[in-house]
């Protein structure tokens, strides 16, 4: 395991910080530029096919060297070493965390317990692959003699957002003849809407789920069941109509599901680091497997960045220190993620649960009581359109709100002047939040008096730019990685754990109670007594909901 750290408000760097903080917090980014040119360019990393601009932070030479030593002060290499060698630094779950292994090449060896994994990882790769080759083919039929025309991934959480996200980010290279829908509600208009107009005979259900028991998915497999055996009649269908990505063998065949066609993975793999485990079956069907392995060695390239690079030049390393100055010495409460690539869509999303499952947390590994504010609320959309929307909080409002500006030098899709224009607008509302516009410069317009507060912009508002050539397979996954580490490294500085997810246990078991109450609406009795032990205000919500069935 890794030596002992020091609590974080004891280590020296830290309190460093803290003095440095009230030097920096006054200065503009303006001045910063004007004395110093040379830092839009110095300011500035690469790796793994992507291009870090850094620059517009509000941050000196000193800031870099003190989180970095923070970083060295906080282990953050000895805990990246603990992750990648098997250790299990999941301490609350007393579980390894290797989603890298998900990516290993064939040649490396990866031990837990004694046993190399990576053979493991690679026999499932091997068994998707063929998989998806003989649906992508038309060789899989379905049980009335129908190739499969539509995929259909039922998932929640970990098991829904990678798979989504990857597929629309990758739609450029997915099998066009087939269709993909993605069921995660447990509102039936999920499924309703997922399944309307498809046939039967011609779907395939995903059932995603790492433990097979999660209530959303297990509900709407089994409404998939029903709808499926509506037509087909006969339960043998299931087999040729539903594999399933799991951990859990035992229910995988209990549903039904041939476990020849159950896609496994292991307690190691995270959910919201699971998208490329079998979790990404649905993205290795609509891409094919050589694009879905590029994907594989793009995440496998920033893991390897990440673990070896000097942490002055290493991409995740560098991401994750700026959201923690921004966080715990400005104030910031969020962070914005704006993607200037209409197939990244998902993207924000896909990363509100990366960020926001991991380090949302409040005591430290030890359980004490954090004394810093950890995980910042991630949120975004893509660009140009949040322009015409929320970016003028982001503007002239009273939040600093830290911006992640993803864009590419070649389009997917050339037409015309768009490309230009889309770009031209990244490097504008980057330069726009860090310089803004003076007074001066406003009435230098000819805007008269009254209205030269309105249209003064204070600038100073930070921001990365992340440039990459195009949208591929290996840039999405070496963008993946690049937030996964990040998370880490944030993590680390925190001393939390990032890879457990108590937070969500607890309205889950009051909804299987409050179910059971609606359900039996006996053990439910008056509307204004607390019983069952539930709030007055609990029991008459219940009580109003149950008056209507
Ligand atoms: C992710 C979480 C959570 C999980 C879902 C689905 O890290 O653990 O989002 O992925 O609750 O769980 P199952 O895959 O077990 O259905």
Redesign the pocket.
């Known amino acids: 395991m890794t030596d002992r750290i020091a609590p974080l408000a004891s280590r020296p760097a830290w309190k460093a910080l803290q003095q440095h903080a009230e030097t920096i917090r006054p200065q503009q980014l303006r001045d910063l530029f004007k004395t110093d040119p040379a830092r839009g360019t110095r300011f500035t990393a690469q790796a793994c096919g992507l291009f870090l601009d850094y620059s517009k932070n509000r941050i000196t030479d000193e800031t870099l060297a003190l989180l970095i030593e923070l970083a060295k002060q906080s282990g953050l290499r000895q805990h990246a070493e603990a992750m990648f060698t098997g250790q299990k630094i999941n301490t609350t779950e007393n579980r390894a965390v290797l989603h890298v292994a998900l990516r290993a090449p064939r040649s490396e060896s990866i031990m837990v317990d004694g046993e190399d994994v990576v053979p493991e990882v690679h026999k499932v790769l091997d068994k998707m692959s063929a998989f998806s080759d003989k649906i992508r083919s038309g060789a899989w039929l379905g049980y009335t003699g129908k190739p499969i025309k539509n995929i259909v991934n039922i998932?929640?959480?970990?098991?829904d957002l990678g798979p989504v996200m990857a597929y629309e980010a990758l739609r450029h290279y997915s099998h066009r003849d087939l269709t993909f829908r993605f069921v995660s509600n447990v509102d039936g208009t999920d499924f309703a809407e997922a399944v309307r107009d498809l046939d039967p005979e011609e779907t395939l259900f995903l059932v995603?789920?790492?433990?097979f028991?999660?209530l959303e998915?297990m509900t709407n497999a089994h409404s998939a069941r029903t709808w499926t055996l509506a037509k087909l009649k006969q339960t043998e269908s299931i087999a040729r109509h539903f594999v399933a990505l799991s951990t859990n063998t035992k229910l995988v065949s209990e549903f039904g599901i041939d476990t020849a066609n159950m896609f496994g993975f292991w307690d190691w793999v995270?959910?919201?680091y699971s998208m490329d485990s079998a979790i990404g079956l649905s993205t290795m069907i609509a891409i094919g497997p050589d694009n879905f392995r590029a994907m594989l060695a793009g995440f496998h390239e920033m893991d390897v960045h990440f673990r070896t690079t000097p942490l002055e030049n290493n991409l995740p390393a560098l991401l994750g220190l700026l959201t923690v100055w921004y966080t715990d010495f400005f104030d910031a409460q969020t962070v914005a993620i704006l993607p200037y690539e209409q197939y990244l869509k998902r993207f924000p999303a896909y990363l509100q649960?990366l960020t926001m499952?991991s380090n949302g947390k409040h005591v430290t590994l030890d359980g004490e009581q954090v004394v810093t504010q950890t995980g910042p609320i991630y949120w975004g959309e893509p660009g140009t359109n949040g322009q015409h929307s929320f970016y003028q909080l982001i503007h002239q409002g009273t939040r600093l709100i830290p911006c992640d500006f993803i864009g590419f030098y070649k389009t997917l899709n050339p037409l015309g002047r768009h490309h230009d224009i889309l770009m031209a607008n990244v490097f504008a509302q980057a330069e726009a939040l860090a310089f803004g516009k003076t007074a001066d410069e406003v009435r230098a317009e000819g805007v008269p008096e009254a209205l030269v507060p309105h249209k003064v912009f204070e600038g100073n508002r930070p921001s990365n730019t992340l440039l990459a050539e195009h949208l591929t397979p290996h840039t999405l996954g070496a963008l993946i990685a690049l937030y996964e580490h990040s998370v880490f490294t944030q993590g680390v500085i925190w001393s939390i754990d990032s890879f457990d997810?108590w937070g969500?246990e607890l309205g889950k078991v009051l909804a299987t109670k409050i179910l059971s109450e609606i359900e039996n609406p006996a053990e439910l009795e008056s509307p204004t007594a607390p019983t069952k032990g539930h709030d007055t205000s609990t029991t008459n919500l219940i009580n109003l909901y149950r008056a209507t069935k």
């Not at 995603?208 to 433990?211: I, L, N, V």
Request: glycine share 26%; hydrophobic share 15%; no cysteine.
């Open positions: 998932g929640i959480g970990g098991s995603a789920s790492k433990t028991t999660t998915t995270g959910g919201r649960q499952e997810q969500v």
